[in-house]
């Protein structure tokens, strides 16, 4: 089994500053981690996905992401927010090895202030 | 190329009356999804199919909730005498299958929102 915590349902940040949304899993065998954001009328979006290997990921828009077993955690970074980063942001987890089933967190909105 | 559709967008409907919600999957993806949303939710996993065959169900809370995809293809959800708790977005995603060891992403519809009144 397996599941997800988002910390904070909502974030504030300024334009200009750095974003961190944080996600901790929970899971008993090696995971896949993922990070999905959903704009306004529209459908979730992959960010990011970790599977095997390193441990910083990469993804779109300048967003990145680190797996850090000894914390199980897998928190969501980007550097400089900007306005079209507001948005509400799922951490997603399945287990490793052929079809699992993906288990979303409950999801963090993200303000972006001028 | 196309997304993943879904139809309809909005669906409001009597409580007691079924309801039938399509999900188009893009073309040549082999898995389809369903998930339920509730607002201030993540997406609740329902069922998934791998082309037509329906490989868990598990997360259909209950016998009203049925769902095929009979050609391997568009998916139908449906829900038998709707009660007001059924009120929620409904997601489908399609993704390609990948061998054993993959991960494999999901591309997302826009949802239909149900609402029973």
């Known amino acids: 089994a397996q599941s997800v915590t988002q910390l904070g349902s909502h974030v504030s940040v300024s334009e200009g500053a750095l974003v961190l949304l944080r996600c901790n899993y929970s899971?008993?065998?090696?995971?896949?981690l993922f990070w999905y954001v959903q704009y306004p009328n529209q459908g979730l979006q992959l960010l990011l996905k970790?599977?095997?290997?390193?441990?910083l990921v990469k993804g779109i828009n300048g967003f990145e992401a680190e797996f850090k077993k000894s914390e199980t955690s897998f928190h969501l970074t980007k550097p400089s927010a900007h306005m079209s980063d507001a948005a509400e942001y799922f951490c997603?987890?399945?287990?490793?090895?052929?079809?699992?089933?993906?288990?979303f967190g409950t999801g963090t909105k993200l303000q972006v202030i001028p | 190329g196309a997304g993943v559709s879904q139809s309809p967008r909005y669906k409001v409907t009597k409580r007691g009356q079924d309801v039938a919600l399509r999900c188009d999957p893009i073309?040549?993806?082999?898995?389809l999804y369903w998930y339920r949303q509730a607002l201030g939710q993540g997406p609740e996993f329902l069922t998934y199919?791998?082309?037509?065959?329906?490989?868990?169900k598990s997360g259909l809370p209950n016998d009203r909730f049925s769902a095929e995809r009979p050609e391997g293809s568009i998916s139908t959800l449906t829900i038998q005498r709707t009660e007001q708790r059924d009120s929620a977005m409904y997601r489908c995603?399609?993704?390609?299958?990948?061998?054993?060891?993959?991960?494999?992403?999901?591309?997302f519809g826009p949802g239909t929102r149900l609402t029973v009144t």
């Open positions: 997603a987890v399945s287990l490793s090895g052929g079809y699992q089933k993906v288990t």
């Open positions: 899971s008993s065998v090696p995971p896949y």
């Open positions: 970790y599977t095997t290997g390193a441990t």
């Open positions: 199919f791998n082309y037509e065959a329906q490989q868990d």
């Open positions: 995603a399609s993704s390609l299958e990948e061998p054993s060891g993959g991960a494999y992403e999901q591309y």
């Open positions: 073309s040549g993806h082999v898995s």
